[in-house]
């Protein structure tokens, strides 16, 4: 497209979630208070998982990378909207804005491969529980855990790279607080179907691919539970999936609702888009802490320990 008769563009205005004061206020507050327990949540995961011998497993070994992903994900939007909520100028740069878009890429890919990996481990703690210690070795864990890193930034690369070569002219608002790949292409001037055929090739690829991992584990699992005699044991090996199962729907779901709707500003989709990358990262450790016994056997042991120390030192 010609540019001569176009301005580029070197920064973009978000939209904002309500233009009344007294609202957004209200919405800081609010949003301060969602990613301070978020971070809080997710450390603390961390650390009792660090912390306490019992929870040195791969299913916790998985959880505390979810915890700390978790973690990143929500710093990637939640400072920029809140620092937009108390200023009178709503604007990002484009280059802040493509940060932003490979942080939110980068960690997106990385929380589905994780997501699958503990589904594998699920499968291979249910369907073969005594071979499972020699099935997920520390090393295998490890591996996996670094694929997963892996394959999410070269998701992020793989689309942030065609990005940087694109042109913004004309409209510069984008009808949402953060940004997004899929709200740049209307603001380029440059040609985008390339960029569009990459999102799509990696979307199918990464996000589908790891979905079927996930359904295939879970399909596998179903089978083996419902072949287990003693209903005692089924429900004990439902309760043990179950916090996982949970995340996992929670996350596509919100994911498919956040995509699959029309870029427009409308308010479901922003609220889509609160649920999916300001409420999710909160609510993953309460899942796994409120569903699971060991998890809040060990958090009793941890603030018990550190509860002691402080004791003494005083």
Known sequence: MDLGNHSIILEFILLRLSADSHVQTLLFVLFLGIYVMTLMGNLLMLLV???????????????????????????????????????????????????????????????????????????????????????????????????????????????????????????KSIPHYSCDLPSLFPLSCSDVSINFIVLLFSSIVHGIGTCFLIVYSYIRLVFTILGISCSSGRHKAFSTCSSHLIVVLLFYGSAILRYLMPVSGSPLELIFSVQYSVVTPLVNPLIYSLKNNEVKAALRRTLGKYL??????S
């Open 49 to 171: 998982v660090r912390e306490d011998s019992q929870l040195h497993t791969p299913m916790y070994f998985f959880l505390s990378h979810l915890s700390f992903l978790d973690s990143c994900f929500s710093s990637v939007t939640v400072p920029r909207l809140l620092e937009n909520l108390l200023s009178q100028r709503k604007t990002i740069s484009v280059t802040g804005c493509l940060a932003q878009v490979f942080f939110e890429l980068e960690s997106l890919g990385t929380e589905v491969c994780l997501l699958a990996v503990m589904s594998y481990d699920r499968y291979v703690a249910i369907c073969h529980p005594l071979l499972y210690g020699q099935m997920m070795s520390n090393q295998l864990c490890k591996g996996l855990v670094w694929v997963s890193w892996g394959l999410g930034l070269l998701d992020a690369f793989i689309n942030i790279l065609p990005a940087m070569n694109l042109d913004f002219c004309g409209d």
């Open 308 to 313: 002691h120390c402080i004791r003494k030192l």
